[in-house]
Every structure is written in C-alpha cells, then in structure tokens.
C-alpha cells in the first residue's frame, strides 16, 4: 500500500480557502486517491476522490499532478463547522477489497478560528 | 437509510470478560469493515467482508478478536477475554465494490476496566 504524508495540523480562518497537500511518492498505477473528514466521537465520512487531474464536488476540490506523487484537497470558504481531522488515503480498488481497504494515516488536524 | 448502524455506542466492561459488539451495514452494500481507533494508533483496519466471506483479516490484534457476518445484514466483533489495552473506539463501514464511499457508523466506545 502506498504511505502517505500530511502535515499534522493546519489552522485558517472563517472564509479563507485551505489546501491540504498529501505526498504519496510509491503510488501505484492503479492507486486511486481518497480523502475523508473525521469529527471528535464520529466515523470518517468520504469527502472526494480521483485518480489524475481534477475532480470537484460540492464540498471540494481535489488536485492530482500528473505524476501521480502528491495530492491536494481543497476546500473553499472554510467555517468554524470544517474543524476536524482530514485523511488521504491511497489504494487500488481493483484489489480484493480495493480501493476502500483504506489505511488511514494520522491526519491532518484542521483548526478554523474566526 | 439510517446509515450503518452499530451498538451499543458505548460499552464498559470488566477485564477478562467478553464483548461483542454489532454492526447493521446499509442495505445492498457488499463490503463490511471493522475498524479500531486510539489516540496511539490511529485508524486501524482490523477486517474485512466481501459477500459476507472474511477477506483479510491480518489486522485482527490477536486470537482474542474474531469476526463474524453471518448474513448480508449483520456483523460481529467479539473479543473474548476482554482485556484493558482493547479500550478504543471501534468502527464498522460498509461499501458497494471497491471504489467510491465507504460509509462509518457512529462508532462503539469500548472501555475495559
């Protein structure tokens, strides 16, 4: 499984864009990139994913170079409410149990202060 | 859906006893995951169902632990004996095929005394 690398916290204010970047050097081919958001007493829920380029949903936006080697999710006009843990994960989906047998790293903590 | 559903949400217990614990994936979902979290380890996948079939289950700490999914609507984690070092929060998902969402319940906090 490919190991990924975050910074372990970031602090940003009300409205301002964040962008969290994730280095995944040992990325595989098949590799799929997953990002997911984790409050305090809950389970992580899926923010996005892609695989090259750029992939955008309603929350985020997800920026994949084309060497594959790193990723960047951002989230625009950030609240008091986005306070939480952000993990990249890294996985082939076309592995038995794939893409969402996900290993989770330590996160990001995201502090958002007004 | 009412999402996956776990229980109970919290559970203390004695050293040396048995817990079980339950999780409800959402209906039509054909992966189920057990998870484990601590301060000290983080996010840790301890097994997972494919079509209710154990898959990988390298993740499980010890014979202590053994899972179980005796049908497409219910799952087990039972540690037997109980001891204080089990103390986390476990987590249960579920997922359609191997790409996309997997959806956590809300979590069992599991304290062994």
């Known amino acids: 499984l490919a190991k990924t690398t975050q910074p372990i916290s970031m602090d940003s204010y009300e409205g301002q864009e964040v962008n969290i970047t994730c280095s995944h050097n040992n990325i595989a081919t098949n590799d799929y990139i997953t990002w997911y958001q984790q409050f305090p007493s809950q389970g992580p829920r899926f923010i996005i994913q892609g695989y090259k380029t750029k992939v955008t949903n309603e929350v985020a936006s997800l920026f994949i170079p084309a060497d594959r080697k790193s990723s960047t999710l951002s989230l625009p006009r950030v609240s008091l409410s986005d306070t939480a843990v952000y993990y990249c994960l890294v996985g082939d989906p076309w592995v038995t149990g794939g893409g969402n047998k996900l290993t989770f790293g330590t996160g990001t903590q995201l502090k958002v202060e007004l | 859906d009412a999402g996956v559903i776990q229980s109970p949400r919290h559970e203390v217990t004695e050293m040396g006893q048995e817990v079980t614990l339950r999780c409800k994936p959402i209906?039509?979902?054909?992966?189920l995951f057990w998870y484990r979290q601590t301060m000290m380890r983080g996010l840790e996948l301890l097994i997972y169902f494919n079509n209710n079939v154990p898959i990988d289950d390298s993740g499980m700490p010890e014979d202590r632990f053994s899972a179980k999914m005796p049908n497409a609507s219910f799952s087990t984690l039972k540690i037997q004996p109980s001891e204080p070092r089990d103390s986390a929060v476990y987590f249960c998902a579920s997922s359609i095929g191997t790409l996309g969402e997997a959806f956590f319940g809300q979590g069992t906090r599991l304290t062994v005394v």
């Open positions: 209906s039509g979902h054909d992966y």
